[in-house]
């Protein structure tokens, strides 16, 4: 819809090792179309350095007819953490 809205997110899991974080999204919009809204970030390493940031969004709905999770609507939200995460993994 185009509207600017905040949510909730609690981290679920880290896992350091396979450098994984697993979180859930709440909000309004959230609560009323879906059981519910997770979101998986995983930094894969690259032969040659760098790495690259996966991003899944998993969903349930709570009935049919509800559109899926759109991709373009947590674009700002993954560049921001994108960035952020790069900058965690550079100091190390």
Known sequence: DGKKRSSTI???SIDDDNKIIT???FDEVVSEDYKSLKGIIQVIDKENGGGIVKWTLEYEKLKDGIPGVSPESHLDVA???S??????????
């Open 23 to 25: 979180y859930s999204i």
């Open 10 to 12: 609690k981290i679920e």
């Open 83 to 92: 960035k952020e995460i790069d900058a965690h993994l550079v100091k190390e």
């Open 79 to 81: 560049v921001k953490v």
